[in-house]
Nanobody, 131 residues
Framework: QVRLVESGGGSVEAGGSLTLSCKAS???????????LGWFRQAPGKDREGVAA???????KYADSVKGRFTAVQDRTKDTLYLQMNSLKPEDTAMYFC??????????????????????WGQGTQVSVSS
């Protein structure tokens, strides 16, 4: 059973920074390389939104709303995905979820229905940005 555990959320003022971490475990033998990790977020009353994901070549996809401010990096030796968030805005306030997907499905991007393609989900970590 794949398990994803997020950490690093918190409260910051606008313009501040936070780094989220997602530790993956429980892959069956040899399966880890077939899966990629990404970040989603969900604000109250809104749909879950894809934020960033890293494919198995280390290439990263980002939502337009976070490009230039957020950086996702995966350390496959530690089965850990990081999300460095800079220049945070109040509209970044949300619950942030780590999620796992078969890497081939990342070709479809992080847009509409992306969340449906991710098979594994963490419990989430709250990020709150005050103005």
């Amino acid at each position: 059973q794949v398990r994803l555990v997020e950490s690093g959320g918190g409260s910051v003022e606008a313009g501040g920074s936070l780094t989220l971490s997602c530790k993956a475990s429980g892959y069956s033998a040899g399966a880890a390389s077939a899966y990629c990790l990404g970040w989603f977020r969900q604000a109250p009353g809104k749909d879950r939104e894809g934020v960033a994901a890293v494919d198995n070549n280390g290439m990263t996809k980002y939502a337009d709303s976070v490009k230039g401010r957020f950086t996702a990096v995966q350390d496959r030796t530690k089965d850990t995905l990081y999300l460095q968030m800079n220049s945070l805005k109040p509209e970044d306030t949300a619950m942030y979820f780590c999620a796992g997907v078969r890497c081939a499905l990342l070709d479809y991007g992080l847009g509409t229905a992306a969340a449906d393609r991710f098979a594994y989900w963490g419990q989430g970590t709250q990020v709150s940005v005050s103005s």
